[in-house]
């Protein structure tokens, strides 16, 4: 047999509320189609399902037998139908965000902000990782997106798209001594002791990389493995930190080095899956923070 979900889901309305006006009421149809469909499947199935009383409509021994085997069926159905509604109506969801500390400071916390404000019902998971981390987050499918600065590694195998740029600048203590108040060349910046992310970090390897190319050691004189450690040791007068502006901009305690030219800039990306589509609820972030 290959008989219609749609009947049987009209049988089991008519059963359950013993009435097909009640049924039509719910189903938002009219009577005359609910009895024929429930003749339609009563020949179809080649047996009487309902007789009429002064009532309505009551269940023959073989209707029972039939509804109490689809009764499951059809609520699971309709439960699936309106949860999907709610996902959908952004009443019911959940998210899962991997981010490193510059993007999540940057980019991704007013934009958590303003989509909390439009979607207070959608629950938001945040796991702060190196970026490294977050990129194998996508790979392990244990996060919907990764939020991080550039470079990332091995992120060919995703769709990623540049969100914006993040500028950085050089900074130390109000006292720290600065030999000369002319702009600092590159070379003369890396006479004082440098603080920087951990050799293991990306933002190590990217700076590595940068001085490098200009000729220069880069060998920090105290490395840490957060990127907002930073400013706390800098603030001490120990040496000088690279981080991004947005890190700054409220700082009373320390100071922007003038260099000759500028820091190299960098990007934060938004990386996800390419062979798993976000939910509903995951590309309405996306378009907040594109957007934002």
Same mark, same amino acid.
């Given at each position: 047999?290959?008989?219609?979900?749609?009947?049987?889901?009209?049988?089991?309305?008519?059963?359950?509320?013993?009435?097909?006006?009640?049924?039509?009421?719910?189903?938002?149809?009219?009577?005359?189609?609910?009895?024929?469909?429930?003749?339609?499947?009563?020949?179809?199935?080649?047996?009487?399902?309902?007789?009429?009383?002064?009532?309505?409509?009551?269940?023959?021994?073989?209707?029972?037998?039939?509804?109490?085997?689809?009764?499951?069926?059809?609520?699971?159905?309709?439960?699936?139908?309106?949860?999907?509604?709610?996902?959908?109506?952004?009443?019911?969801?959940?998210?899962?965000?991997?981010?490193?500390?510059?993007?999540?400071?940057?980019?991704?916390?007013?934009?958590?902000?303003?989509?909390?404000?439009?979607?207070?019902?959608?629950?938001?998971?945040?796991?702060?990782?190196?970026?490294?981390?977050?990129?194998?987050?996508? #790979?392990?499918?244990? !996060?919907?997106?990764? @939020?991080?600065?550039? *470079? &990332?590694?091995?992120?060919?195998?995703? /769709?990623? %798209?540049?969100?914006?740029?993040?500028?950085?600048?050089?900074?130390?203590?109000?006292?720290?001594?600065?030999?000369?108040?002319?702009?600092?060349?590159?070379?003369?910046?890396?006479?004082?002791?440098?603080?920087?992310?951990?050799?293991?970090?990306?933002?190590?390897?990217?700076? #590595?990389?940068?001085? !490098?190319?200009?000729? @220069?050691?880069?060998? *920090? &004189?105290?490395?840490?493995?957060?990127? /907002?450690? %930073?400013?706390?040791?800098?603030?001490?007068?120990?040496?000088?930190?690279?981080?991004?502006?947005?890190?700054?901009?409220?700082?009373?305690?320390?100071?922007?080095?003038?260099?000759?030219?500028?820091?190299?800039?960098?990007?934060?990306?938004?990386?996800?899956?390419?062979?798993?589509?976000?939910?509903?609820?995951?590309?309405? @972030?996306?378009?907040?923070?594109?957007?934002?």
């Amino acid at each position: 047999m290959n008989i219609s979900f749609e009947h049987y889901k009209i049988f089991y309305y008519v059963a359950k509320y013993k009435s097909i006006s009640k049924a039509a009421q719910l189903l938002i149809n009219n009577q005359p189609n609910l009895t024929r469909t429930i003749k339609n499947l009563e020949n179809e199935l080649g047996c009487r399902l309902f007789y009429r009383t002064n009532k309505g409509v009551i269940l023959t021994p073989e209707g029972q037998m039939i509804y109490s085997h689809i009764k499951k069926a059809v609520e699971e159905v309709i439960a699936a139908e309106e949860e999907l509604n709610e996902i959908k109506m952004m009443r019911k969801g959940c998210i899962r965000i991997s981010v490193s500390e510059i993007a999540l400071r940057c980019k991704l916390l007013s934009a958590i902000k303003e989509y909390h404000q439009k979607y207070p019902d959608i629950r938001i998971e945040i796991s702060n990782h190196l970026t490294s981390q977050a990129i194998n987050s996508i #790979r392990n499918s244990t !996060s919907d997106i990764a @939020l991080v600065t550039t *470079p &990332a590694p091995d992120i060919d195998e995703f /769709d990623y %798209i540049t969100v914006c740029p993040v500028s950085e600048s050089a900074v130390c203590a109000k006292n720290f001594e600065i030999g000369k108040s002319s702009p600092l060349s590159f070379s003369e910046l890396l006479q004082y002791p440098i603080v920087s992310l951990s050799e293991n970090t990306q933002t190590f390897e990217f700076y #590595r990389d940068f001085f !490098s190319g200009k000729s @220069l050691d880069f060998n *920090p &004189a105290v490395e840490t493995a957060a990127e /907002d450690q %930073i400013i706390p040791i800098v603030e001490t007068g120990i040496g000088i930190g690279f981080v991004p502006d947005e890190f700054i901009k409220d700082s009373e305690s320390i100071k922007r080095i003038p260099l000759e030219q500028n820091l190299p800039q960098r990007s934060i990306i938004l990386v996800k899956n390419k062979n798993r589509p976000l939910s509903i609820a995951a590309s309405r @972030l996306e378009d907040i923070i594109m957007n934002d």
